[in-house]
């Protein structure tokens, strides 16, 4: 089970960071996914657990940084810079090492984050 926080309402060029804690059972990765109104989910960021090494979206290089705490089996999201285009629902998700959404089996409820411009 995934359990995402962190979402808000925020202004453009404010920071959130998002957290994701699983619980039940560990994972190859863990990653983030958004899906805006009336778009397709997109890949976000994604971390493998054991390695620490990470993946992003074009449009968030710079701007966001995952990261882990294996400990407590969760990840994080640091955004920065953000966007009004960044407005989303944020999905965690935990599966394989890919930006492929397939590939992740479990996922948690999304937690909304609104850049205001």
């Known amino acids: 089970q995934l359990q995402a926080s962190g979402g808000g309402l925020v202004q453009a060029g404010g920071s959130l960071r998002l957290s994701c804690a699983a619980s039940g059972r560990t994972f190859k990765a863990m990653g983030w996914f958004r899906q805006a109104p009336g778009k397709e989910r997109e890949f976000v960021s994604t971390i493998d657990l054991m390695l620490g090494r990470a993946l992003y979206a074009d449009s968030v290089k710079g701007r966001f940084t995952i990261s882990r705490d294996n400990a407590k089996n969760a990840v994080y999201l640091q955004m920065n810079s953000l966007k009004p285009e960044d407005t989303a629902v944020y999905y965690c998700?935990?599966?394989?090492?890919?930006?492929?959404?397939?590939?992740?089996?479990?996922w948690g409820q999304g937690t909304l984050v609104t850049v205001s411009s």
């Open positions: 998700a935990a599966g394989r090492y890919t930006f492929r959404p397939v590939a992740y089996d479990y």
